[in-house]
């Protein structure tokens, strides 16, 4: 078998593979990407990207792409109801904080697009920055040794097989995560939930509605755990999900006109004419089944592999929080191997991704836990923290964070004021007559924002062997008192990662920059 190298090989083409295919694209980093099925599902799944998500992809381009292929526009509001049927007379709204998704205290707000379509936006993207992406690919086995990962991968069409050397594996191969269960790793949480079977319908369910608007509807006919999601605004097409007992039945149980009389019970219209569509290319599948689970894996790295998306965090869909923080953990990595690969980090800097982002996945699970026991399981759950606050204010602790305040529960937006591992706020400023975000400031690279005073800081930045970009307020930004909404003086700076996070933070000048700057990147980078 030929032998070919990679920096990185992903496993797993849904949407945290593509986006770490992406992001690492975007930072440099050669990579392969293989998924077993033949092309890209055309199950919608995930509906909406949170601003914080958004912002992951206003930093590589993305986000005109997705605005242009949204099903609604900024007006577009999440409303989840409970009900018997579509048809009942009224309909229950979720006892929950207030679902403010915190698009207020960002540049890019809510991402409405179905998965399905943002993949192909993805992958395009991807491919185009210079990503290898192979479909009907899949990873027969892999090693890995103190130097990278040895892995054997088969054309499913051809059956010819190939070596991937690759410097580090990314594992975004599901629930349940083949790689995952070879490594051993275990996992903390409830476990399943139950196990569904989805399919995409074509149904005239306005008469159910009768004009009232839903995303939405969590159902108990024709048995609990039904759920119809809107899948347009007319009222025409719909996802279609049920729970059903695998130790019983199976998919294969489900034909096409017993879906069929669901989705008629499910919306209490018994004659409405109701069509099934496939949801793989190339293929007649129509009836999907999912596993709905709530766990998360107890370690997020060993060695050389990482796991991300559902191969690290499985919960509910309640909330639409699984999706996005695949594609954040996937943004959270990419900068750090970049780093890594490109000899400016050392491993250390690797080990943060799971310091970070597994308590996100603890976070995420317990959030939608709270929000399926308010809509679908009787109130049994968990307390809802405010939608907000999970979506755009988790915190870091880690050792690539200098300064953390010692509190890690989520913060609401509007509490985000530039502290040590927090999501860096977003501040309109001007530079160069240019109106943007303080957002737009972070990406490729470090930052270092400073106050009007701040010389000494912009002179010790410049003599790093690490590459920063400065920026004084009031200076190269405006206006100056944009500074106090990141908790600085006129002399004081902060040092913001390439994935928008705080590093570290001085409110006020330093008796020595120079040193004070290199011993945090040092620290940060674990040189």
Request: with cysteine.
């Amino acid at each position: 078998m030929a032998e070919i190298h990679t920096p990185v090989l992903v496993v797993g083409g849904g949407v945290t593979g593509l986006s770490g295919a992406l992001f690492l694209a975007w930072h440099g980093v050669p990579c392969l990407l293989v998924e077993r099925h033949p092309d890209l599902l055309i199950h919608p799944r995930a509906r909406g990207l949170t601003p914080r998500t958004m912002e992951c992809y206003r930093q590589v381009g993305l986000e005109p792409a997705i605005r242009a292929v949204a099903f609604a526009g900024d007006e577009f509001a999440y409303v989840p109801v409970r009900a018997a049927t579509l048809n009942a007379e009224e309909y229950v709204t979720a006892e929950e904080p207030g679902e403010d998704d915190g698009s207020g205290a960002s540049p890019s707000g809510f991402g409405p697009i179905d998965q399905d379509k943002l993949e192909i936006l993805v992958r395009d993207r991807a491919r185009k920055l210079g990503a290898e992406i192979r479909f009907g690919t899949e990873l027969t086995s892999f090693t890995q040794d103190d130097t990278g990962v040895t892995a054997v991968i088969t054309d499913r069409a051809g059956g010819e097989r190939q070596t991937v050397r690759a410097d580090y594996l990314i594992a975004a191969d599901g629930v349940g995560s083949p790689i995952r269960e070879q490594l051993g790793i275990g996992v903390d949480g409830p476990g399943p939930l139950y196990e569904t079977i989805t399919a995409i319908v074509e149904a005239d369910l306005r008469p159910a509605l009768r004009g009232r608007r839903l995303s939405i509807a969590y159902l108990q006919q024709p048995r609990p755990f039904t759920i119809l999601l809107a899948h347009d605004d007319a009222g025409y097409r719909w996802v279609f999900g049920t729970g059903y007992d695998p130790e019983h039945e199976s998919p294969d149980d489900y034909t096409e006109a017993r879906v069929a009389e669901m989705v008629r019970a499910a919306a209490g219209l018994p004659a409405v004419d109701v069509t099934l569509h496939p949801q793989i290319p190339g293929t007649d599948a129509k009836v999907l089944a999912f596993p709905i689970a709530a766990r998360v894996a107890r370690r997020y790295r060993q060695g050389r592999v990482f796991l991300a998306g559902d191969a690290a965090h499985a919960v509910p869909p309640t909330g639409g929080l699984g999706a996005n923080t695949g594609i954040q953990d996937a943004h959270n990595l990419a900068w750090k191997l970049a780093a890594a690969t490109g000899g400016r980090a050392g491993a250390g800097l690797l080990d943060t991704y799971e310091q970070e982002r597994r308590p996100v996945g603890l976070l995420t699970m317990e959030q939608a836990l709270a929000r399926f026991g308010s809509r679908m399981a009787g109130g049994d759950g968990p307390e809802p923290v405010e939608y907000a606050a999970v979506a755009l204010g988790y915190g870091y602790r880690s050792s690539a964070v200098l300064g953390a305040d010692g509190d890690a529960r989520p913060l609401p937006p509007t509490e985000l004021t530039g502290g040590p591992g927090t999501r860096a706020p977003h501040v309109p400023i001007s530079r160069d007559d240019k109106e943007l975000s303080t957002l737009d400031l972070y990406g490729r690279g470090f930052v270092l924002l400073a106050g009007p005073e701040g010389d000494a800081w912009a002179s010790a930045a410049a003599g790093l062997d690490v590459p920063v970009t400065t920026y004084r307020f009031g200076v190269e930004l405006a206006p100056a008192e944009a500074a106090a909404a990141y908790g600085i003086g006129a002399g004081g700076a902060l040092l913001v990662r390439p994935d928008g996070f705080v590093a570290w933070r001085s409110p006020q000048a330093s008796a020595d920059p120079a040193a004070q700057l290199d011993h945090v990147l040092r620290t940060v980078l674990a040189r």
